[in-house]
């Protein structure tokens, strides 16, 4: 079967992104994509850095699509990625899963962010997730991704279908993060799974000093509706929330994004325009 096979039977959406350096910017040498996966054009509202607004037109992804996503950069190169508005993984039809993959390769003395808005799982999805950054000498990073697992709004629990995901961090070829998660109904209510909270968030911030996680410590949240933990791992700040709500810990997230970021890229919080709408 050939890739043309594929596309007439399923959505298979291939974006390859790669960030360059000019001598006053970082520019989106490479560009590929196959299926409804693509960009607007690159805005610069704080100069150098290179702002990419991911989309995905259909809005939604269902039983049988695939999502694959590779971004690289070259050295020296500042690059900040978020989405307009939020992903949707719809009930799966069919006996079909999706899955979305991600790949980010970051060169030596790069830095690139990675904050899109929350990903929303509908009742009966079967989905697996998986997202990888690979860094290479002293590459920083920021990146967080946040899950919505039914829809709280409307008193919708996910109570059908599986997910699973997979969240690694590693660093010359070396391991830091290896998360692996299978969600189903047993685990919203257990324990050691959810407790009852149907949004959960992992922001992870490259940073060899303790100034992060001690501010993210004076910031903490633990109430009914959100609780936040954060550690440490050779240089990587986690941070990681269970909330009733997706804007608690999207907030949370921004908020420690917009004082963290001086800290760690040396570079004043510039939220992008989206955030705004």
Known sequence: MNNLDLIETEWIAKLELHFSKSITKTFL???KHIGPLTIQRPFYP????????????PGGVVGGDNLSIEIGNDPGT???????GA?????????KSSSVSQNFNLANNSTF?????ETIIFPGAESEFSTKFSLYGDAKLAAWEVQCLGLPVNNESFNDGQL???FEIWRNGNPILLDKLVIDESELDNIAGLSGYQVFGTFVISDTSDKVINLVRDKIINSDDCICGVTQIEGITIIR???????LIQNFFKGIWEQARPLVFNMKASPPRVWAT
């Open 78 to 84: 500042s690059a900040l990625i978020t989405t307009p």
């Open 164 to 166: 699973k995901f997979n």
């Open 87 to 95: 992903t949707k993984i719809y009930r799966t039809m069919s006996d």
């Open 113 to 117: 962010e990675w904050l899109p808005m």
């Open 241 to 247: 929330c269970l909330a009733k709500k997706t804007h």
């Open 46 to 57: 704080e100069g150098r850095v290179c702002h990419v607004y991911l989309l995905h037109p």
């Open 29 to 31: 040498s490479q560009r």
